[in-house]
């Protein structure tokens, strides 16, 4: 899919001021917007030093699931998701982050609702009650602040997944306003979120079988010129009083755990150059 084509599908959802839907192997869905099958490389090249196109940044976005796992992709206009309906959660939800919406006046109402875009059907926050696990967001509220809109899409249980109160409230939350903090640092940021399964019999809630995540993960791209650079967050889905530095990693080493191929629409010299890094030290200086 070229550039133009995604621009086009992103045209047509506003004026509409409908959800697009591009992908969706396990049901029947409209014509998909997004091709997996196609070349990793965009039609045009990352300029160096000249910072990002921004027509690039909607495929920027895009996280690649593996071979076999059927996923739909949502565009909520102010971010994206993956839902994946054997998990009744996102894989992973991306968005941009820039400086200039960190300061909006619009507060959480903690109005968790369905997400009626997604086909098979979402969680329910009634999935969450008395299980004894918080309503987690991939994409927090707070990042959301310049728009009421933006603000209430937020809580769609898409959006949510099942969080222990201590990491909830505790590390992940200082993650978070980490990644405002560099937002307003580096101006914009692509942030990437998502839930990991790793054991053979994970724990599931409410009933709708809302899987219960071992791991979260937040990837972090600074896209302003005239420098780029990204770092991986790996976290077990637990109460921690260890710093955020223990818990960096490298894009790649994440890929690798995951599975999931992150920006896979750079250019290889770009993207092997900065997902083999841990550069927790660059985001500090």
Request: no cysteine; charged share 25%.
């Amino acid at each position: 899919m070229s550039i133009e084509e995604w621009q086009k599908s992103k045209n047509r959802f506003h004026s509409e001021k409908k959800e697009t839907i591009s992908e969706k192997t396990d049901v029947k869905a409209p014509k998909p917007v997004i091709d997996k099958s196609a070349s990793k490389k965009p039609l045009k090249a990352l300029p160096d030093n000249q910072g990002f196109s921004h027509d690039l940044i909607p495929l920027l976005l895009i996280a690649n699931m593996p071979d076999g796992v059927p996923v739909q992709i949502v565009d909520h206009e102010f971010y994206l998701l993956a839902y994946q309906e054997s998990y009744e959660q996102a894989a992973w939800v991306a968005y941009q982050l820039s400086k200039d919406e960190l300061s909006g006046p619009y507060r959480r109402k903690d109005v968790f609702r369905e997400d009626g875009v997604v086909i098979t059907g979402s969680a329910h926050p009634d999935d969450y009650r008395l299980s004894g696990f918080d309503r987690g967001h991939l994409a927090p509220a707070a990042d959301f602040s310049f728009s009421e809109q933006a603000m209430e899409k937020s809580f769609y249980m898409s959006n949510i997944s099942p969080q222990l109160p201590g990491f909830n409230r505790g590390i992940w939350r200082k993650l978070e306003q980490q990644v405002r903090a560099w937002a307003r640092e580096y101006e914009q940021v692509l942030v990437v979120t998502g839930p990991l399964f790793m054991t053979a019999d994970p724990k599931h809630i409410g009933e709708n079988e809302v899987l219960v995540p071992d791991y979260f993960f937040k990837v972090l791209f600074e896209i302003h010129p005239p420098s780029y650079k990204m770092l991986a967050f790996l976290l077990k889905n637990q109460k921690s009083n260890r710093p955020l530095l223990d818990y960096a990693i490298s894009v790649d080493s994440l890929e690798q755990f995951s599975g999931i191929d992150f920006f896979f629409h750079l250019p290889d010299s770009i993207e092997n150059e900065l997902e083999k890094k841990v550069s927790y030290e660059d985001w500090l200086e």
